[in-house]
């Protein structure tokens, strides 16, 4: 089985631009998850999904942040204007909350906004 | 509130030594899992191993061994005889009633050849 997918594994933008991040969760998971990586604040969960409907956003740092899950096999996490501060690995990953709630986690994508 | 301590932020030991990594949590949930992920340098993480509250068989899997101790919240992580390739940042995790995981900050393991 194919694990979580995640494009663009690279992203370079400027300042002001808006950026989406793409997720394919593993077949079958139904819950989703967005996490944000930097060295300064470590693993922080920005949002999460259960059966696409958007469960806990509290973690998304301001409104310049949104994400959307329109069916079972896509996922995206959009940042409109983007700022320099936003740079980070962005992780997507899908657990299966019905054989014990391990996450999957995709490669992740490494966001560097100039 | 819910949280993870992990203590030891940078472990460097030689190849073939013991090394055991520190995890410590708190929740007030009664009904938990805990959770290892390992960080190589290529980024991604990987899964290692789940524990639930109910649980506290410690368990081994090759030269990876764990030990839950309820009484003191710990979940610690021991690799026996590391290799260079366990070179890594690993992740402990805790997960409560909702889906909601919440990872430590992470230790840095080197191991010198």
């Known amino acids: 089985d194919a694990g979580v997918i995640q494009s663009p594994r690279h992203e370079v933008t400027e300042m002001g631009q808006e950026v989406t991040l793409r997720c394919k969760p593993i077949?079958?998971?139904?819950?989703l998850f967005w996490y944000r990586q930097t060295m300064m604040r470590g693993l922080e969960l920005l949002i999460y999904?259960?059966?696409?409907?958007?469960?806990?956003d509290s973690g998304m740092p301001e409104d310049r942040f949104s994400a959307k899950m329109p069916n079972a096999s896509f996922s995206t996490l959009k940042i409109q204007p983007s700022e320099p501060r936003d740079s980070a690995v962005y992780f997507c990953?899908?657990?299966?909350?019905?054989?014990?709630?391990?996450?999957?986690f995709g490669p992740g994508t490494r966001l560097t906004v100039t | 509130a819910q949280k993870v301590t992990q203590a030891q932020t940078e472990i460097s030991v030689v190849e073939k030594e013991d090394v055991t990594l520190d995890c410590v949590y708190e929740t007030r949930d009664t009904t938990y899992y805990l959770f290892w992920y390992k960080q190589p340098p290529s980024g991604e993480l990987v899964f290692l191993i789940r524990r639930n509250s109910f649980d506290e068989q410690n368990e081994i899997s090759g030269r990876y061994s764990w030990n839950f101790q309820k009484s003191t919240s710990s979940f610690n992580f021991t690799i026996t005889a590391s290799q260079v390739v366990d070179s890594a940042v690993y992740f402990c995790?805790?997960?409560?009633?909702?889906?909601?995981?919440?990872f430590g900050k992470g230790t840095r393991l080197h191991i010198l050849p």
């Open positions: 995790a805790l997960s409560g009633w909702d889906d909601k995981i919440i």
């Open positions: 990953a899908s657990t299966d909350r019905v054989w014990g709630y391990e996450q999957y």
């Open positions: 077949s079958g998971h139904n819950s």
């Open positions: 999904f259960n059966n696409n409907v958007p469960i806990d």
